[in-house]
């Protein structure tokens, strides 16, 4: 499971112990994470007052995140980050956002996933060099390496669409130290890759407001290839467009 290797970078030499990498292919592969999968009832409201709040357990909450509160500390950090009352409802609020399966994505994507030219191309299926016994850290098992983690990632996030896709269901999020927000579930979120984001649709409709309008726009904008343009720039060429 553990193998150690040289490495002659600068003299001396450097040892290195690390994981087998077919023990690590194992763990990508056959291991999904049941810690953070999504809830099918509404998070917890974080409370500043008694840092509790997301998943309903305390032994879940411990398990992702052994600092117990909305913040996953930096430990090199000479101080813990203390975030305001405006941030715990920044939180609250996304936590309380149910989603749904959007089953027509999902039925194109499973007739995509099952042809041999469909829009996956070859990660519908895993290298064909995944059973052949090849060196370690040599291109083709590199090569090997990048094309299955990016098999398994489009697979486990059909899977999981699968087993979500008659439920509503909601994405616990946390706060790094610099304030910055993540859902907690791997996969299947709105910060995850196209196809995850192409799955999601809220479960409640709700009336979108004018300055809600004004950044759909600036994203769509954004997405054109004007993402580093400014606001104004982005509306204006929206409106051109």
């Known amino acids: 499971m553990i193998v150690c290797r040289t490495v002659t970078l600068y003299n001396p030499s450097e040892s290195i112990i690390e994981f087998h990498p077919n023990y690590v292919q194992f763990l990508s592969k056959d291991v999904m994470d049941p810690i953070k999968l999504p809830l099918v009832c509404p998070p917890l409201p974080w409370q500043k007052e008694t840092q509790v709040g997301g998943y309903l357990t305390p032994a879940l909450r411990e398990f992702n995140n052994k600092y ?17 009352q405006i941030q715990y409802d920044a939180v609250n609020y996304l936590n309380k956002q149910a989603f749904v399966i959007n089953k027509d994505i999902l039925n194109f994507i499973l007739l995509e996933w099952n042809k041999e030219d469909g829009i996956f191309g070859k990660y519908n299926k895993e290298h064909h060099l995944t059973s052949s016994k090849i060196l370690p850290y040599s291109l083709e098992y590199k090569e090997m390496q990048k094309h299955n983690n990016l098999y398994w990632i489009y697979r486990n996030i059909i899977n999981l669409a699968i087993m979500y ?49 004004e950044y759909l726009q600036l994203y769509m904008a954004g997405t054109y290839g004007n993402s580093s343009d400014t606001f104004e720039k982005r509306l204006e060429w929206f409106n051109e467009n």
């Open 68 to 84: 117990l509160g909305i913040v996953h500390q930096n430990i090199f950090n000479l101080y813990h980050s203390e975030p305001n």
């Open 165 to 213: 896709k008659d439920i509503k269901f909601y994405l616990p999020t946390f706060m790094d130290f610099r304030g910055r927000i993540y859902p907690y579930v791997s996969y299947l979120s709105y910060q995850g890759n196209d196809l995850a984001r192409a799955l999601l649709n809220f479960a409640d409709n709700e009336t979108i407001s004018e300055k809600g309008l």
